[in-house]
């Protein structure tokens, strides 16, 4: 009602309402629209509507906007205040006061979002956007769900996948014409309809006022705004420019749409209303403005190619004269051929195709005319279609195809929208061939279809009412005749077929996707595909286009010189083939599927064969193809092939009821046979000159994705024809087409006409392999076997010739590992199933003498050795054989019919056809043509021979006599003459005309180079039939005489009960033995003749004489020959010595063979380490002047660092709520303590008080390998001048070992001496304790005691000072600079310790954390520590350490007078010795010592380290108990103090500890959070001596290791419970008296230097005057965290989705932004953006920083995108691969399959071992720079 007042009311007369107030006050909008809304409601409405409608006139005036777009800058001026974007805000101010009829509009949305009917989600998306498809959950193919959706429905153990859409879609939950019910989501389950009160009428009046209005105004805007490009340049800047002034309008419209269902019914009554369309639009009213933009509608309809409905148009005409009607409602005849000419907007041909196109048209053109109104007429009768047509001109904006998609959950919308985009179908089709983004295009244009098209309902309700069939087929024929040209195949003069030319941009950039996709889209509703089978003028239109693609891209074969440019156009072919024709048709075949369908099938295979007969007719094509041509693209005959496979298969139709006569199946089967010998030419390089193209095609050909619709068919379509033609008819043809048959004769030498030598040998076995595939695959044939190893199909799949070695070799491999067959076996042909009974006839062809022949003549030549003969091809004889023993007819077998046989054998060769009789007939003599020159002329045949070769091409000249002279002799046989023949045979009897069929001449065929020498007739005595060639083989191939013994001679019961099995593995050999048993159980006959030859066997005849000539060639092969053995031995000794190395020194993990890899010789009394240079090969020591280094590579590592003392590792964040923090971590915890410590103490003793290099420490490994350091510096510069190195940089010191590859960046200079301390530093030494630590003070203050002195330059100091700088540049200065007074010495000190504490920390890792499996692990032999310790230590003896500040002292002297000790209150006083790191202390000693070192003083500094480290242990246990426990020790030990073993007693000790350090304040303010550190533990005496031995232990596995590295002594392996023993036993701190028995006492261990109680309390005065200050810090200190656990990477969620969906939206918290690339580092968690510029930093990109601060410069992030994980190391990257895999176990890089995928922990933890192992480098292979860029 409303709607029709308003119509009214527009119609009325437009006086200008007085109480309105002028434009230039600022309204009081709310009021106006109050006001308006009230008259509107009243029952006479009509002034309330003219009110409105004079207002809306004014408000959206569609002249000031779009002059000031037109006429830019001075049309804004001239608008006045705010210039162009005013006016519209204002305009769109006033509408959404007006819908809101005066409420505010907030309110409005939301009271009418309470109305909205959700039943559908419709969710509308655009490019990019992750979605879901669930194929158990869709009826349509193209069903898609939002992740929303998804996640809320359920969908367990169904078959679904995630994607990124390409085009942009729609969320179909809910709507049940696409997908089933089960499938909706939780939100959309409910049919919510029901419960939703009615709208009130009040709410939406307004709207349905203002929107009519609104809508014309954005039209208008859109007409004025259009201008036709100028001279083709399209004016996109122009489009874009009024598109963005419209966005606000649209994107207004856009936000209405998202209300709900109650106002998209409003919209859609204001889009289809025709009346107001009419009223608003009627043509030029008196309003000038209204009439120019109705001209500029006409001028760009008519721009458009296309016509309004009008003959004469008359601006002056309101009303549109009676033309003929809309299309949508027109209905015509079927649409069976196109139109004629395209008008002039589309002439874009070139000049030289247009006649041709023109003839081409008028040939086709045979339809009615209402494909020309299809093509060309439009005429609009409401908003959305015009705003339609407006979306396809301006192509198809964004926001534009977001609102009309928007609307689509109203149901009367969707089916008027559907019709109005199938009315513009041929004009979306011209636009998109014009535009310049036709990818952006197309992917809208689908985006669109795609949601109308899914549904079955709507596309069979337009298929009926709007001929959707019709138009699409035709439009897809009109688009693809713009590029036509004349096919060159066969006749290139006469020939009247036309094909697309693969060159042009339409096939060249898929520009014919979205139409094609859309044809696919609807052939997948049942009903529509049945109205496309069932009707026939669509048929013959579609085959018609179809043709267009049979025998593009044609190839020719170049002779002479290589092709210039190689055209990439093959690329457009298969995929045009594979879209255009191969997908339509799989849709129309699944359709076919039940016998009622029938009918359908003989459609289709009707006018395929029409279709074929006018293409063979239009070549002119008679019998032979053309030769050295080639095209893959046969979609007739792959239509045909694939219609009879399902007939057969599915609708049990009869086979011959649909094949044509003979004479056609000779036709279609030539050129898929030239396809196939063409395959085989190309692999043999015969197509070289063609370039590489040549070759991609015939990958593409068998290739996984379109080998479906190209090779299968076309060998099924061969295997039809074998099964119906003559088969001597089709194998002749076979050796013809592949240009073997000259090299099947007996003789020994040949000439082949038209095939070079070289090629010869790759062709026959082409020949045979293509027989093989033919006779034994059943992918159309019977059931697939598809559970084992089947060499056919492997062939038939694979893409490179070298793919089918590897599966052999596998395939080899598994056998031998099973114990099934030790030696080189044989691919397994097998037992083939049987065939479907129509197909029976293809066994005919294992029955036919032509292929007998062959057999023989091969078997022939093999045994006499003839060239070009393989392995392979007696594979294939012999499988060829076996098989027709397989399928041979029973009754034929009998013995009795071919008693004497070789008498009646009159005609030819053999007898019969059979292959079991023929096996036994022995052929005589055979004449033969051979050149002058070969050995057999020379001999002299027997009188009474006459017979011919087997194929030379000069025989078929001779008239066929049959010349019978001798009956035991072989008679006149060709192949070529005979295929003739039966040519003739078939015509005749097909045609009677077809007699006058003269074939032209081929005889371009082109002779090998030189001239031919003479042949001449000689004849060859044979005496062999296929047995006795089988049994002499088996001699041949055993090696021995008489090596064949019939097996049933032992046990008859083999005949009886054959156990053939159906899978045969084994050689050569055992496939002879097979063949026989299979043709002596299939004749008594042949079983006779078996035991016959066997009794008389002889050895190969071989030829009679030898020429000088070939005696030389002889002598030449077996020269070669020698040769050959001769290098194949030193292969293999190279091979062995090689791999004998590689076992010593890069065994990366295999412990069983634990020998120290030494790098010197092994004899001990030798002094001086000998060293091999790898790069110049001499051995040697390594002197001052000549030092030798190990290979190594430095690393900054923070492995480390990321240690917790948590057994469990961290879990990956996968919500809000889960966060890592890193305060736990090793690294974090050691920084707290080193500032806590520099906070109170002097920095100088602060920086001796802790390691550093947690985090960024220097890791050093080598690979074993020595080099003198001249040499490498030789290397280093040849590396230099080599340009084509990858994946390393040279100029920052990068190499590859030169021995085993391994990289590498620096040498470690060799110290000269032994390599490790000899025994004479061993020996057992009787000094006391006393007298050692004297000595150790003396040595460390004694400077530079060095053999080598370091104020002499030598080459050797020299490059210890260089590696040293290497490996202080290895890591960032900030992981090296700890002091507060920059570049202090001291730092240097600490970096140059650390490094060694890093190394041997490492090593711990690396064997697991503990030492129990002693030996010389894996690390060991890797371990370069030795040379590391002297290069350390020379630089840390040039620090000398103030002898006052001493710790050595500190440790083993009382001092007389404490409180001096203290230092005065101005400076800070040093680290008092308890809060020392004892690891840290060992070090400094030991690098502060002369090397090499004396065992005992080692031994010495062990035990007064231990001394320290246990009072440690006891003053950490005092903190961490309750003050009881404290009293209750402190008593229990003062009882015990007088025991003679006092010092040794914990109890003791630990109550003398609590008692001095009950002195200071340390176990005060035992507040409230004091409560919270205490663990509520009671202690035990087992329980504390457990916690000392933890607290001890990882400081005796560090000093074990550094003894193992210092003396080369063997670590013991031991129990995990008896580590402690065990390493305090092996470093000499147990007495060696102690008794085992009783219950093991850490404190057995101690060895005290000084009285202990004196020396302790000593220590704890320190840490007393410093805790009555800092109670806090001081207890903090005390308590040292030393139970690190092992490093791991982070824990991963068990799915792939769950990562997925929390990252891959989750915004980056440093630019806020969601990255376009997200990654995640599997290290610590940290969220990184990938490549993004958002967080770059100083040219560092986000992940390269990241690897930096976490890693040291080593990173390993997840891109959660693409589900891979990358590894940064420095500045190179690789991509590791993935750790989720799918249920087949296999990646899904870049997520393209979209499969769940869930964790491999198998891979996993190889990349954790990689990452704790630092071997990235050299396991991965593919490196590259990433510049700084990721």
């Not at 069903?143 to 995630?162: K, P, R, V, W």
């Not at 082109?1006 to 005496?1023: D, M, R, Y």
């Not at 092992?1686 to 939206?1705: D, M, S, V």
Request: hydrophobic share 35%; proline share 5%.
């Amino acid at each position: 009602m409303a709607a029709a007042a308003a119509a009214a009311a527009v119609g009325g007369p437009q006086q200008s309402q007085p109480e309105l107030p002028a434009p230039g006050l600022a309204l009081d909008k709310a009021a106006t629209a109050a006001h308006l809304k009230a008259a509107l409601s009243r029952p006479d409405n009509r002034a309330g509507a003219e009110e409105l409608q004079a207002l809306l006139e004014r408000v959206l005036s569609a002249e000031r906007p779009l002059a000031a777009a037109a006429g830019g800058e001075e049309a804004a001026a001239a608008g006045g205040g705010g210039g162009p974007g005013a006016a519209e805000e204002e305009a769109l101010e006033w509408c959404k006061c007006l819908l809101a009829g005066g409420g505010g509009y907030d309110e409005f949305c939301a009271a009418v979002r309470a109305y909205d009917p959700a039943a559908l989600c419709g969710l509308v998306w655009t490019a990019n956007f992750v979605a879901y498809r669930c194929r158990t959950c869709g009826i349509s193919p193209c069903m898609s769900l939002c992740a929303e959706c998804f996640h809320q429905g359920d969908h367990t153990g169904h078959d679904f996948n995630m994607f990124r859409s390409q085009a942009g879609g729609a969320c179909d939950c809910g709507d049940s014409n696409v997908m089933r019910e089960s499938g909706f989501c939780k939100r959309h389950q409910i049919k919510s309809s029901s419960n939703i009160p009615c709208v009130p009428k009040d709410l939406l009046m307004m709207s349905e006022f203002v929107l009519p209005r609104f809508i014309f105004c954005l039209i208008q805007y859109l007409r004025e705004g259009y201008n036709e490009p100028a001279a083709d340049v399209p004016s996109e800047k122009d489009l874009n420019k009024v598109l963005q002034l419209l966005e606000p309008q649209i994107s207004f419209l856009e936000d209405l749409t998202k209300m709900g269902g109650a106002m998209r019914s409003v919209l859609t009554q204001v889009l289809t209303n025709q009346q107001n369309y009419k009223d608003l639009t009627s043509g030029p009213g008196e309003n000038a403005c209204a009439k120019k933009s109705h001209e500029k509608y006409l001028i760009a309809l008519k721009s458009s190619g296309l016509t309004y409905p009008e003959d004469k148009l008359v601006y002056g005409i309101q009303e549109p004269s009676a033309g003929p009607s809309t299309l949508a409602v027109q209905g015509f005849a079927g649409a069976t051929g196109t139109l004629g000419q395209v008008d002039s907007s589309d002439e874009e041909d070139q000049d030289g195709n247009q006649g041709l196109g023109k003839r081409k048209r008028v040939k086709l053109s045979s339809g009615t005319k209402a494909d020309q109104s299809i093509m060309d007429v439009l005429k609009h009768k409401s908003f959305l279609e015009e705003l339609l047509f407006w979306t396809i001109k301006y192509e198809f904006p964004q926001k534009m195809v977001t609102f009309l998609l928007n609307m689509l959950p109203d149901q009367e919308y969707k089916v008027a929208f559907t019709k109005t985009f199938v009315q513009h179908y041929a004009f979306i089709m011209k636009t998109l061939k014009k535009s310049h983004e036709s990818d952006t295009m197309s992917n809208r244009i689908v985006h669109i279809s795609v949601q109308l098209f899914s549904n079955e309902e709507l596309a069979r309700q337009v298929t009926e009412e709007c001929q959707l069939l019709d138009i699409m087929v035709t439009v897809l024929l009109y688009m693809m005749e713009s590029c036509l040209i004349k096919s060159e195949l066969q006749d290139e003069e006469n020939s009247l077929h036309v094909v697309v030319n693969c060159g042009e941009a339409l096939l060249k950039n898929n520009t014919y996707w979205p139409l094609v996709s859309d044809f696919i889209n609807i052939l997948s509703h049942q009903s529509v595909a049945k109205r496309f089978l069932e009707d026939h003028g669509l048929l013959v239109t579609w085959m018609n286009f179809v043709s267009f693609f049979q025998g593009m891209n044609l190839n020719k074969r170049e002779l002479n010189e290589h092709v210039e440019f190689e055209s990439q156009t093959y690329y457009a072919a298969f995929a045009a083939e594979l879209e255009a024709c191969a997908q339509p048709m799989w849709g129309l075949l699944s359709h076919c599927k039940i016998r009622e369908t029938q009918e359908y099938t003989r459609n289709v295979v009707r006018y395929c064969l029409e279709a074929l007969q006018d293409w063979f007719d239009a070549i002119n094509f008679v019998d032979e193809p053309a030769p050295n041509q080639v095209t893959f693209h046969l979609p007739l005959h792959r239509y045909y092939a694939m219609f009879l496979s399902k007939a057969v298969k599915c609708q049990e139709l009869d086979l011959d009821s649909v094949l044509p006569d003979q004479e056609m199946l000779m036709k279609l089967m030539i050129h898929p046979l030239q396809i196939q010998a063409s395959l085989a030419e190309i692999h043999s390089n015969m197509w070289v000159r063609n370039g590489l193209q040549i070759k991609g095609q015939a990958m593409t050909y068998v290739q996984s994705h379109f080998c479906n619709s190209m090779i299968d068919p076309d060998i099924y379509l061969l295997q039809v024809c074998a099964s119906r033609l003559d088969p001597d008819y089709f194998i002749s043809s076979v050796f013809e087409r592949f240009k073997v048959v000259d090299l099947l004769t007996m003789a020994s030498q040949h000439q082949n006409t038209v095939l070079d030598a070289e090629h010869e040998r790759s062709m026959l076995e082409g020949a045979l392999t293509f027989l093989v595939i033919l006779l034994s695959l059943r992918l159309h044939l019977a059931e697939v076997w598809d559970q084992e190893f089947d060499p056919v199909m492997v062939i038939l799949r694979t893409v490179y010739r070298r793919d089918v070695q590897s599966a052999m070799d596998r395939y080899t491999a598994f056998l031998k590992q099973s114990g099934k067959f030790p030696g080189n076996p044989w691919p397994p042909y097998k037992k083939r199933t049987s065939l479907h009974p129509s197909y029976k006839g293809l066994m005919r062809l294992l029955h036919c003498k032509t292929l007998h022949i062959v057999l023989f003549t091969l078997l022939y030549k093999i045994l006499m050795d003839h060239q070009n003969l393989s392995e392979h091809v007696l594979c294939m004889v012999l499988y060829l054989i076996e098989l027709g023993l397989e399928n041979s007819a029973e009754d034929e077998s009998d013995e009795e019919t071919s008693v004497g046989g070789p008498e009646r054998c009159h005609d030819s060769w053999f007898p019969g056809s059979n292959l079991v009789s023929n096996m036994r007939h022995f052929i005589n003599y055979v004449r033969v043509r051979v050149p002058e020159t070969a050995p057999e002329v020379k001999r002299d045949s027997p009188a009474s021979t006459s017979s011919d070769s087997l194929g030379s091409l000069q025989s078929s000249r001779r008239p066929k006599v049959l010349q019978r002279e001798n009956s035991g002799t072989a008679q006149v046989f060709s192949l070529v003459a005979e295929r003739r023949k039966k040519f003739q045979e078939i015509i005749n009897r097909s045609s009677s005309e077809a007699n006058q069929v003269v074939r032209p001449k081929t005889s371009s065929k082109w002779s090998a180079p030189g001239s031919a020498p003479q042949l001449t007739t000689a004849i060859l005595e044979i005496k062999e039939s296929i047995l006795s060639l089988l049994i002499k083989l088996h001699h041949k191939l055993s090696g021995k005489q008489n090596s064949y013994y019939p097996p049933w001679l032992d046990d008859i019961e083999i005949l009886i009960q054959p156990e053939i099995p159906k899978y045969s593995h084994g050689d050569g050999i055992t496939a002879v033995e097979r063949i026989l048993l299979k043709a002596a159980l299939q004749s008594r006959m042949n079983k006779r003749i078996i035991e016959e030859i066997c009794r008389k066997v002889t050895p190969p005849v071989p030829p009679k004489k030898i020429t000088a000539a070939e005696k030389k060639t002889l002598d030449k092969e077996e020269r070669r020959q020698k040769a050959r053995e001769r290098q194949q031995k030193l292969l293999a000794e190279f091979a062995s010595r090689q791999k004998s190395f590689m076992e010593t020194a890069m065994d990366v993990d295999s412990p069983e063979n634990d020998i120290p890899m030494e790098i010197t010789t092994a004899e001990p009394q030798v002094s001086e380490a000998v060293y091999d240079c790898v790069i110049c090969g001499q051995s040697g020591p390594s002197s001052e002047d000549r030092p030798t280094g190990l290979v190594v590579l430095l690393q900054a590592s923070s492995v480390l660092g990321q240690c917790r003392d948590n057994v469990e590792p961290k879990k990956l964040p996968i919500t809000e709520e889960e966060q890592i923090y890193p305060w736990d971590t090793c690294a974090a915890v050691h920084d707290v303590r080193l500032s806590l410590l520099q906070r109170y103490f002097k920095d100088s003793s602060c920086l001796l008080a802790v390691s550093i290099g947690w985090e960024g420490g220097v890791y050093v490994q080598t690979c074993g390998h020595t080099l003198h350091i001249d040499c490498h510096k030789s290397y280093m510069e040849s590396l230099r001048n080599d340009q084509v190195l990858q994946g390393f940089s040279v100029d920052k010191g990068e190499f590859t070992c030169p021995l085993c590859r391994q990289f590498a960046n620096s040498v470690l200079p060799c110290y000269p001496g032994s390599n490790v301390e000899n025994n004479l530093w061993q020996r057992p030494c009787n000094k006391s304790m006393q007298d050692l630590i004297k000595e150790v003070e003396e040595l460390q203050g004694r400077p530079g005691a060095f053999p080598v002195s370091i104020s002499s330059e030598t080459n050797l100091s020299k490059e210890m000072e260089s590696v040293m700088k290497d490996i202080k540049n290895t890591t960032q200065k900030k992981y090296r600079d700890y002091s507060k007074t920059p570049g202090s010495p001291d730092n240097d000190f600490l970096f140059m310790y650390s490094v060694a504490r890093t190394n041997l920390e490492l090593e711990l890792i690396h064997r697991g954390g503990n030492l129990c499996s002693g030996g010389a692990s894996t690390a060991g032999k890797r371990s370069c520590l030795n040379q590391l310790f002297h290069v350390l230590a020379l630089h840390m003896r040039l620090y000398s350490i103030d002898s006052e500040y001493n710790p050595w002292k500190k440790l083993t002297q009382l001092v007389e007078d404490m409180n001096s000790q203290l230092g005065n209150e101005e400076q800070q006083p040093e680290v008092p010795i308890l809060y020392h790191d004892v690891t840290s202390l060992l070090l400094i000693q030991i690098l502060m010592m002369p090397q090499p070192l004396h065992k005992e003083h080692f031994t010495c500094i062990v035990k007064v380290l231990f001394t320290l480290l246990y009072t440690q242990a006891l003053a950490a246990l005092s903190v961490k108990c309750s003050e009881e426990d404290r009293s209750a020790w402190k008593h229990m030990g003062t009882l015990k103090k007088n025991i003679c073993d006092a010092e040794k007693s914990y109890e003791v000790l630990l109550s003398f500890v609590i008692s001095e350090l009950s002195k200071g304040k340390l176990y005060h303010e035992e507040g409230s959070q004091e409560c919270s550190m205490i663990s509520p533990i009671a202690w035990s005496p087992e329980s504390m001596e457990k916690y000392l031995q933890e607290f001890c232990l990882p400081f005796l596995r560090i000093t074990s290791l550094l003894q193992h590295h210092l003396f080369g002594e063997d670590l013991p392996s031991c129990q995990e419970e008896e580590e402690f023993s065990v390493l305090s036993s092996c470093l000499g701190l147990l007495p060696t008296f102690y008794q085992t028995e009783h219950p093991f006492i850490s404190a057995s261990c101690l060895d005290w230097p000084v009285p202990a109680f004196d020396i302790i309390t000593q220590w704890c005065f320190e840490i007393k005057s410093f805790t009555e200050r800092h109670a806090e810090q001081g207890k903090a200190l005390l308590i040292q965290e030393s139970r690190w656990k092992l490093p791991h990477l982070l824990q991963l969620p068990e799915n792939y989705n769950t990562i997925f969906q929390y990252y891959h939206r989750k915004t980056c918290s440093v630019c806020t932004k969601v990255p376009k690339d997200p990654a995640v580092c599997l290290v610590c968690g940290t969220f990184v953006c990938l490549k993004g510029l958002c967080c770059k930093q100083q040219s560092y990109c986000e992940c390269v920083l990241h690897s930096q601060n976490c890693g040291a410069g080593t990173g390993i992030f997840l891109l959660i995108n693409a589900s891979v994980i990358i590894i940064i190391r420095g500045h190179r990257f690789c991509l590791w691969g993935s750790v989720y895999l799918d249920a087949h176990g296999e990646e899904d890089r870049d997520l393209r399959r979209g499969k769940p995928l869930y964790i491999c922990k198998e891979r996993y933890k190889v990349l954790e071992q990689q990452w704790i192992s630092h071997t990235f480098d050299h396991i991965n292979k593919r490196w590259g720079p990433h510049y700084n860029g990721l």
